[in-house]
């Protein structure tokens, strides 16, 4: 599931279990999922890793990425 | 016919030469405004009109060099400025002005260009909100199409280095102005979507005149973002700069650093908003368990749960009454008792012989065997017999036998008589 979705999912479960309309066999149940939710949307920021690369054709004429070094910039073509 | 006057007989093709060379020569450079009609656009690549007002009109061409720098399509109909020359078309003996350069009336050529392609492009469809894609919430990779020499790129790593620090960008540097910048942006475009890396796609550049921006109007470019799988965000320029991209676009930024801010959330947003729900949810569980615990509190103090154990005591209570009241019953049983044996013994003192010996009465009996004696012939004079009266006793000898009456000598000082045998 993607982050967004389960970062949704874990918003409903805690306005669920917030309501207090749930029976305590629920609300055991949905602390449960929320922990879980939260573990994976955790997990998923943590394992966001800084890369900036550039789209390059190789050889073989299939694309792939190299890292990306800022190029000078005295040359520019835009003006902002 | 005779020539008069001796004048020059010239041929056709010498006069069209002549008629040519001087209206080439007077009119080399002319501006005029006029109705573009009877447009024809033969395979050749020539584009053949006339242009007209409400009293003349005259043919003109625009040779297929001119045409295809041409950027607006040019329609019956429209009014227009062109420049050009004069010329004569000798075979017909027609003369065409040869357009150089040819602007719609009213407004410049990119301007109408742009509005000619909005409008082919929305009938076409390519706008519809319906047909735009949603962006990703958080994509794992984005891509880049813009220059790397521009002042875009760098907005945009700065402010997804500020905002989402572990951002994964690949950047696909493009010509984004001058000839061919187009198809080149559109090849970029294509080449993210062979390569499926990227979640999502930012294309554009930094602010520039209408004339540096014209790649993102182009009709290459508009078909590329409209083919792409991959969703883009359109960044050109500065904020009141539109493009066709930006029509097509699934969204559109004002400039590359919004795009950037669009593109992915705040991180520490995001953290602390996951970190806020994390507290939340163990602080809505504690609640929900206090409650259940609270509730269950509640019904082991309620009466229905006090019951059994009111019952016992109530039991036991009974229990210790009753074991009371037999203690009781007990004690007042012996007590009644005790009472009848105190009559009983009453009664039994006062029919018992002491009371007797009290009115006078005495009890003889033989000294020896303690036998009481009942009549006189039980003894024999001289035995000796004891006498017992109310207070103390006597010891005293048998004097007489006499038959049915005893006299018994009572020993000296004693005055009572013995009147009745026990």
Redesign the interface.
């Known amino acids: 599931m993607?982050?967004?979705k389960t970062?949704e999912a874990?918003?409903q479960?805690?306005e669920e279990?917030?309501s207090?309309e749930?029976t305590?066999d629920e609300?055991?149940e949905?602390?449960e999922r929320?922990?879980a939710a939260?573990k994976e949307?955790?997990a998923?920021?943590a394992a966001?890793?800084?890369?900036?690369?550039?789209?390059v054709?190789g050889a073989d004429a299939k694309?792939?990425?190299r890292p990306?070094e800022?190029?000078?910039?005295s040359?520019?073509?835009?003006?902002? | 016919m005779q020539p008069s006057h001796g004048e020059e007989i010239l041929s056709v093709s010498e006069l069209t030469r002549r008629i040519r060379r001087s209206l080439e020569e007077e009119f080399d450079s002319v501006c005029l405004v006029g109705e573009v009609s009877n447009l024809r656009r033969p395979a050749s690549g020539h584009v053949y009109l006339t242009l007209k007002d409400s009293g003349a009109q005259i043919s003109a061409v625009l040779w297929r060099s001119s045409a295809s720098r041409l950027r607006f399509d040019l329609e019956d109909g429209m009014e227009v400025i062109v420049t050009g020359a004069l010329t004569v078309y000798e075979p017909r003996g027609s003369y065409q002005v040869v357009i150089s350069s040819i602007q719609p009336k009213g407004m410049g050529a990119l301007q109408l260009a742009f509005l000619q392609l909005k409008d082919r492009l929305e009938k076409e469809g390519l706008f519809r909100p319906e047909a735009k894609k949603p962006l990703?919430?958080?994509p794992?990779c984005i891509?880049v199409v813009t220059?790397?020499?521009?002042?875009?790129?760098?907005?945009i790593?700065t402010v997804l280095a500020r905002r989402?620090?572990?951002?994964?960008?690949?950047?696909?540097?493009v010509?984004?102005?001058?000839a061919g910048a187009a198809a080149e942006i559109a090849r970029?475009i294509a080449?993210?979507n062979?390569?499926g890396?990227a979640d999502v796609l930012i294309v554009g550049?930094?602010?520039?005149s209408l004339e540096?921006l014209w790649a993102f109007n182009e009709e290459v470019v508009a078909r590329a973002i409209h083919a792409s799988r991959v969703p883009i965000i359109s960044a050109v320029?500065?904020e009141i700069d539109v493009t066709i991209a930006d029509f097509v676009a699934d969204r559109r930024a004002l400039?590359p650093t919004e795009a950037a801010e669009i593109v992915l959330p705040e991180?520490a947003e995001?953290?602390g908003?996951?970190g806020e729900?994390?507290g939340?949810?163990?602080t809505?569980?504690r609640?929900?368990?206090d409650?259940?615990r609270a509730r269950l509190e509640r019904l082991r103090a309620s009466y229905g749960f006090r019951a059994p154990l009111e019952t016992v005591r109530r039991h036991e209570q009974r229990l210790d009454e009753l074991a009371g009241a037999a203690a009781l019953a007990v004690r007042r049983r012996v007590e009644s008792c005790r009472e009848r044996l105190a009559t009983a013994a009453g009664r039994l003192q006062a029919l018992g012989p002491v009371r007797v010996l009290e009115r006078g009465y005495s009890i003889t009996r033989v000294l020896e065997s303690r036998e009481v004696i009942r009549s006189a012939g039980q003894v024999q004079a001289g035995q000796a017999v004891e006498t017992l009266l109310h207070a103390g006793r006597l010891v005293s000898r048998v004097e007489t036998v006499n038959g049915q009456t005893s006299v018994v000598r009572e020993d000296p000082g004693s005055p009572r008589a013995n009147r009745r045998g026990a």
């Open positions: 993607s982050f967004e970062l874990l918003e479960i805690v279990l917030e207090g749930l305590l609300a055991l949905r602390y929320g922990v939260h949307c955790t998923i920021l966001a890793e800084k890369r900036i690369e550039v789209l054709q694309l792939g990425t990306f800022a190029e000078d910039g040359a520019r073509e835009d003006g902002s | 990703p919430f958080l794992a891509g220059s790397t020499t521009g002042a875009a790129v760098g907005d790593l989402f620090p572990p951002a994964h960008v690949v950047i696909r540097p010509r984004v102005q001058g970029a080449e993210f062979e390569w890396g550049r930094g602010g520039g540096d320029g500065h400039t991180l995001l953290v908003r996951l729900l994390r939340r949810l163990t809505a569980l609640g929900r368990v409650l259940a």
